[in-house]
């Protein structure tokens, strides 16, 4: 079992693990398990981990349609600006591979923010902590176990 899974475990949220057959070709993660689960791609989250000018680190969800908005997280995160991590640094700090970066059970607790159209769904699907492995759970339980806050994030 994963970190994340964990989590949800100790918690005793409600959720549901999807696995699929990862393919080391996709280019896009998120995508490629929205398709191999057969799942509307707007109710699959990524989860990218950008670097604040003041470098801290910030975790950003969105919809795996969707891009992250860098300066809606950098102003939601009290910065003027926001770039991605290095994927190295992603990983030493989250403890997941990139592709598998899950929003829940990360190494370290860094602040959060989970796009507003999550509000919307009755259940979201983020990374359970491993390419092919999808979490699908109710957007106040990922929003409570990560202490997450609401943001209009994702730009198309």
């Known amino acids: 079992m994963t970190p994340a899974v964990k989590v949800l475990e100790r918690d ?42 003041d470098g801290r680190l910030a975790v ?5 349609t969707s891009q992250l908005d860098l300066k809606a997280l950098a102003k939601v995160a009290g910065a003027r600006r926001a770039s991605m991590a290095e994927a190295a640094e992603a990983e030493r700090a989250t403890g997941y591979v990139l592709g598998g970066i899950s929003p829940l059970g990360q190494k370290k607790r860094l602040p959060t923010f989970l796009d507003a159209s999550a509000e919307t769904l009755g259940r979201l699907h983020v990374s359970g902590g491993r390419r092919g492995l999808e ?12 202490q997450a806050r609401l943001a209009p994030l994702a730009r198309t």
């Not at 950003?60 to 795996?64: D, E, K, M, R, S």
């Not at 109710?138 to 176990?145: Q, S, T, V, Y």
């Open 12 to 53: 005793g949220a409600a959720f549901e693990l999807l696995d699929y057959e990862h393919d080391p070709r996709a280019p896009v993660y998120g995508e490629e398990a929205a398709n191999a689960l057969g799942l509307a791609p707007h109710t699959v989250f990524k989860t990218l981990v950008a670097r604040l000018e």
């Open 60 to 64: 950003g969800i969105v919809p795996v």
């Open 135 to 146: 979490i699908a759970l109710a957007p106040a339980d990922l929003i409570r176990l990560c």
